[in-house]
Each structure stands twice: as structure tokens, then as C-alpha cells.
């Protein structure tokens, strides 16, 4: 499949996670619409794209509300509680500053939260005279249990909402966030989930999941054009979430605001119909399962190559794996820098390496695009520098 993508074809590409990669087909429907829309510009963005439209009857349906519609029966929910963020960072940053934290309230975070993530987490609770409260997770493969008593030991009374992964950024492990948001709702705990790479890489019914907001990007494993991601709101919540940029919509609901921030470029968004369309032409049932064995199968081979550990059981990967490196290789940030680098500029491999817990990492993402011989011309490029 490498082909349908844009992608160098001289660089073994295995970080699809990271800022995504749209396909060829999807792209030129991108393009499609900014011919359209450079056509006559006025009348798409000011008349056709949003409920906020000059001289068009509010009855007639948006682009964006056609295009949010298409998405939301994806994700297995209404498109009147979907709208468009520009990522899943903006989408936890909306939550955030309109959530009501008062002095000596508490957010909790994963210690996995993904960098950004726990920024705006930070931003937010100094804000309001809040705190954040970091949940340091156990070694998942003690089971998930483990991990959903983990969360449930850090609320106390001060807690007020958690902000919990759906499947984390580095160790690339899904959690079982609706395990964990059942116990949080039970204290009384609202729940923001980030789920940035779960859109497009696994089964994904967001209602089922029980929270109160959920966002996640569509341009990762969706397949979309940057920027694009969805933030959910269930309809309990929407009258009391703003965009973070007061436009025209102002207190005109959640969709009128979120939908039109001002003036943008609305193809990413546009377009992620078409990259969904696609994968459903490939099967994505069969996507998905082709990216997990993948994934696996070169987390298993990684492993069992270093003598080293998988960080978590079959059923907590989805399309990526993350693998320790040989302790040889190092355990700063920098030393991961200096490899991940070496690893492009003099191998052609891009591929993620952090590190975490005084050891380094190599995270591999799996896309159609990819096969084994991939992984194992990493393997050799890692090997060589031990």
C-alpha cells in the first residue's frame, strides 16, 4: 500500500502516530475543495460552511454538519455532540478552561498524559487555585485491574474531574477507560478522555465509553488531513463548554461555536469524510486487524531480540508497540534524541524513541504501508550502535 501514500519512499517510515500521514486519495479530495472553495470563496465560507451563514435558511444542513455527521457514524455517535478542533490538544484545552475548578480543587492525570496534555492541565488548575495530582500507574502487565485501582487510590474529596488516556502516547497501551470512568462517576468524578490515537485504530464507540467529554484526532490513524480532530461532548455538558476563541457564536450554542472560530482553512475537516470513506473501502475491520498483528508481531520480535519485556498483555496494543532498548543504548532524554536523529539522518528510519523510567524506548507504529522487513531493518539499525 505504500504506494497510496505520499510518503519517501527511501525512508522507512514507522511513525504514523506521531503527526499522521493521509493518503494520496484523500488528498487530492482536499484539494478538491480548496479548488472549490477558491472558486468563490465568500459564498463557501460564509454561506455554505457553518449554521453561522449569510443569507441561507438555518434549516438547510452545513458542510461542516454534513461532514460532522459522516464522522460521528464512525465513531458510533449523534453528530449534534461532535465538533471539529484543530487536535486533540485544543479539545482538552476547551474542556479545561470552562471546567468550574475552585481553590483547592483537584485534577487528576495520568503519568503517561501526553506532554502537551499535561501543560494545559497545568495552565488550567493555576488558573482557578486548582492542583494537579499526577496517578503514578503500576507495570501494566500486573493486569488492568491494577491500573484501575491505581486511578481510584488517588481520588480524595477534592477531586473534581480526571483526565485519562485512551491509549497512551509513549508506551502505546490502550486502557480500559471504561472500567476506569465507571469508578470515577461512581465518586463523583467527571471524566475528559484523551484519546488522540484511538479515532481510526480501534474499535471506537465513544458513547459506550461512559464519559463526559471525549477527543481524539482524526489526521493520525483516521487517516484525515492535519489539522483535524473531534472533540464529543455529551449533551449534559455542552450549554457550559465555549470555544477558547470568542467568535461570532458566542452563546449561540456548542456547534455554532466550535463550527465557526473565524476565518480558516475548513479542508481537513471537509475532507475527513473521504479519508473515512476509504478506509471503509479497504475494510476497516481489516485495516485495523492488519496494523495490530503488525504491531504485535514486531513488539514480540523487538523483545525477544533484546531480552527485554513487552510493556503490556496482546489486548492493550492496538497499531503501535513499545519496546525497552538495550540498556547499553542509554536512559536520557537526550541520548533518546540522539538516536532517534542518528536513526533518520544516517538510516533513513523515522520511528519514535523516548525515554522513560532511566531506560530507553523505540515506539513503532504499524500502517498499512508497512511490513515486517521494515521492522527488521530498524532492528539491524538499532544493533549496529550497541
Not at 493555576?126 to 485491574?145: K, M, N, Q, S
Not at 471524566?191 to 481524539?216: Q, R, S
Not at 496482546?314 to 503501535?320: V, Y
Not at 540498556?327 to 540522539?338: C, H, I, M, V, Y
Request: proline share 5%; glycine share 6%; net charge negative.
Amino acid at each position: 500500500m505504500l504506494k497510496e501514500w505520499p510518503l519517501d519512499a527511501g525512508v522507512t517510515y514507522l511513525n504514523h502516530g506521531t503527526v499522521g500521514s493521509p493518503p494520496r486519495r484523500v488528498l487530492e479530495a482536499q484539494q478538491r475543495l480548496r479548488d472549490e472553495i477558491e472558486r468563490q470563496p465568500s459564498r463557501f465560507l460564509l454561506r455554505e460552511l457553518s449554521g453561522i451563514r449569510v443569507g441561507v435558511p438555518h434549516d438547510n444542513v452545513s458542510r461542516l454538519r454534513e461532514a460532522a455527521d459522516a464522522v460521528a457514524s464512525f465513531l458510533s455517535v449523534d453528530g449534534k455532540d461532535v465538533a471539529f478542533v484543530d487536535n486533540a490538544t485544543t479539545g482538552v484545552n476547551a474542556v479545561l478552561r470552562c471546567f468550574d475548578f475552585r481553590e483547592g480543587d483537584e485534577l487528576l492525570i495520568l503519568d503517561l498524559a501526553y506532554g502537551g496534555v499535561r501543560n494545559a492541565a497545568e495552565a488550567a488548575a493555576r488558573a482557578r487555585g486548582a492542583r494537579v495530582c499526577v496517578v503514578e500507574l503500576p507495570d501494566a502487565t500486573a493486569g488492568e485491574e491494577s491500573l484501575i485501582q491505581a486511578v481510584e487510590a488517588k481520588i480524595r474529596p477534592q477531586t473534581r474531574l480526571a483526565l485519562l488516556d485512551h491509549v497512551t502516547s509513549e508506551t502505546a497501551l490502550v486502557l480500559p477507560l471504561a472500567a476506569i470512568a465507571s469508578r470515577c462517576h461512581h465518586r463523583g468524578i467527571a471524566v475528559l478522555a484523551d484519546g488522540a490515537h484511538a479515532p481510526g485504530a480501534i474499535p471506537l464507540n465513544i458513547e459506550a465509553l461512559g464519559v463526559d467529554w471525549y477527543t481524539g484526532n482524526l489526521h493520525k490513524w483516521a487517516w484525515a488531513p492535519r489539522s483535524c480532530g473531534i472533540l464529543w461532548v455529551h449533551p449534559s455538558r455542552q450549554a457550559a463548554l465555549h470555544h477558547p476563541v470568542a467568535s461570532w457564536g458566542l452563546d449561540q450554542g456548542f456547534i455554532l461555536e466550535f463550527d465557526w472560530p473565524g476565518t480558516r482553512d475548513p479542508t481537513p475537516q471537509l475532507a475527513a469524510p473521504a479519508a473515512i470513506a476509504y478506509m471503509r473501502e479497504l475494510g476497516v475491520e481489516a485495516v485495523q486487524n492488519y496494523n495490530h498483528r503488525l504491531a504485535w508481531q514486531a513488539g514480540c520480535t523487538m523483545a525477544a531480540h533484546w531480552n527485554t519485556n513487552l510493556l503490556g498483555s496482546e489486548d492493550m496494543i492496538g497499531t503501535m508497540v513499545s519496546v525497552p532498548l538495550p540498556q547499553s543504548l542509554g536512559s536520557t532524554p537526550d541520548e533518546a534524541k540522539r538516536l532517534r536523529d542518528a536513526l533518520l539522518f544516517q538510516d533513513n528510519i523515522e520511528v519514535q524513541v523516548y525515554a522513560r523510567r532511566d531506560r530507553l524506548h523505540v515506539r513503532v507504529s504499524a500502517q498499512i504501508y508497512n511490513e515486517m522487513t521494515d521492522v527488521e531493518r530498524l532492528i539491524d539499525a538499532i544493533d549496529r550502535r550497541m
